[in-house]
């Protein structure tokens, strides 16, 4: 395949994958208006889950598979469907749901496409991401060497900011001792930076960071379907994005950030004990 073939191919999952997450972000902003409540919880009492986290990713299997039924889908509610074409579409069809539990606007359907992804949608190559705040209407979007946008404006990272002046977002865990493990590399990087948020959506986080929102972010224990459209979309929008020890991100850890502020904060998360 050419480049440009290879541009006109992302450009058209990218059409399908805003298509499927506006359409699911209506499901679910509907739903939420009707009131929600907890369904089951998974990891532990707090990681929640809610009958609407459930029907919106049945919703957005079902449009995937009448559209391309031999992509494989790794989904963060139901088992993961196995494909033929190569491409596996990653998804997450609420990211916050702690966040459209409560009623915060701040939370997020994403989709992403990516190729060559393996068990769990981890590995692989993402050909284009979509992420939309249904309360907020925003829709996040990229495709692979295509830029990154949000309402038809490019967005870059804010290229030159030192850690000291780093506005930096990040999300904790589930289980009570990963958190006590977090708060103590947040006890020690807080005075580092200029201030810390917590919005509790990754995907939205990584496309603040994308929209100069946010300077860097990190975080420990994501999964695939919490990062792979936002990290798409930061990346395109100039971020530097890597994991332990200088790899690629993983469930133990993402960094994310401009260039030239990457490994100041990588170095200040190790010295805090992130990698360990």
Known sequence: MTQHEASVASAALLDLARDIA???SEFTLQARRAGVSVAATKSTHTDIVTAVDRDTEALIR??????RPADGIVGEEDATHDGTSGLDWVVDPIDGTVNFLYGIPAWAVSIAVVEGAGAGGVDGTTLAGVVVNPV???LF???????ARLAGRELAVNPT???GSALVGTGFGYAAEQRRKQARVLLDLLPKVRD???IGSAALDLSALAAGRLDAF???GLNAWDHAAGALIAREAGARIGGPGGGRENSELLIAAAPGLYEELAAALREAGADA
């Not at 079902?62 to 559209?67: K, P």
């Open 22 to 24: 506006v359409r699911a």
């Open 141 to 147: 979007e990229a495709t692979a060497g295509g830029g």
């Open 62 to 67: 079902s449009l995937i598979l009448d559209a």
């Open 136 to 138: 907020t209407g925003e």
């Open 218 to 220: 990190y975080e420990h």
């Open 161 to 163: 900011v030192a850690l």
């Open 196 to 198: 810390i948020r917590r």
